[in-house]
């Protein structure tokens, strides 16, 4: 987790007799319809909850960094809770690991103050989606890539990725049921790499819309699969018409590898993952 920026004043009252604690989460999202609890299906907030519950003797809610969507994989999540209960750091850490489903877990937890708001306080989130281009589907890690047959082209890809880059309204890439006020968000990096036949698209923003990501990468594997210029994304975005874009690319291939906070709030700096991914594409 890189930590950058300057510390905003703002503060977020904690009850009194609490303390306020934050924790990156990992979790393989391919059981769960998202971090955000639903009345209709397990989610990963109601995993952790149940945990953190069990360890602090009392009910204890979470507020997230981002609500990440079903299917959806995370390295980076960053959540926040308060709590009256008499524990440690290293209690949370093991006592939360040992209750938790395997496809979910804690890498770092600690305390916090009331400067600390897991949503409010983040600059920037980034995500990661891995794409296998090959001519048969993967066995292994099916649930952590997205298939595409054959091969793409990365010269078109790379080419339409200026396109993305700055404040704008992404509403071509927004997704149906979005509740943001404003469609514009600011992106400040968009990069693609290619190892083997693994493809690595990685983007940071202050902000995303609701499957965004996951509309730009379809969006990419039109351009990719010669379907569309590299020039179309840059056309796309300008018109604002979701209808006119691709369909939205699955969701088994994103993750949530890092949110970036004010140095003084005190996070750590973790490795992004997932941590199959190559050593040489860095962090």
């Known amino acids: 987790m890189k930590i950058t920026g300057s510390m905003s004043e703002k503060l977020y009252p ?3 007799g609490c303390q306020r604690w934050a924790a990156v989460v990992s979790y393989n999202g391919a ?25 602090a003797n009392q009910p204890v809610l979470t507020t997230c960094a981002g609500r990440t969507d079903t299917g959806v994989h995370a390295t980076g999540q960053v959540v926040h809770w308060d709590s009256s209960a008499a524990r440690t750091a290293r209690n949370w ?22 400067r600390f708001h897991a949503r409010f306080s983040a600059q920037s989130r980034t995500y990661r989606y891995c794409i296998l281009a090959a001519t ?13 047959r054959g091969q793409l082209d990365m010269v078109a890809m790379q080419a339409a990725l200026p396109a993305l880059l700055g404040e704008k309204d992404f509403s071509a890439v927004r997704g149906a049921g979005c509740q943001s006020h404003s469609p514009n968000r600011c992106v400040t990096s968009a ?21 965004m990501v996951r509309n730009i990468v379809g ?16 056309t796309l975005l300008a018109g ?26 005190g996070l750590p700096e973790l490795q992004r993952g997932p941590f199959w991914l190559p050593a040489e594409l860095g962090d």
């Not at 048969?136 to 595409?148: C, I, K, N, Y």
């Open 31 to 55: 059981n769960y319809c998202g971090f955000q609890r639903q009345k209709h299906s397990p989610s990963v907030q109601q995993a952790l909850e149940q945990a953190l519950s069990s360890i």
């Open 191 to 211: 990069t693609l790499s290619k190892h083997g036949q693994l493809i690595v698209f990685e983007i940071s923003a202050n902000a995303f819309l609701l499957h």
């Open 136 to 148: 048969t589907r993967p066995a292994v890690l099916a649930e952590g890539v997205t298939w595409v």
């Open 240 to 265: 604002r018409d979701r209808t006119a874009s691709a369909p939205t690319a699955s969701g088994r291939g994103l993750y949530l590898v890092s949110v970036d906070y004010p140095a003084q709030l």
């Open 219 to 234: 969006a990419l594997l039109w351009v990719g699969s010669g379907k569309k210029p590299a020039s179309w994304l840059a």
């Open 93 to 114: 850490l093991a006592g939360v690991n040992r209750m938790l489903p395997d496809d979910v877990g804690l890498s770092w937890a600690g305390e916090v103050d009331e």
């Open 14 to 16: 904690i009850a009194p």
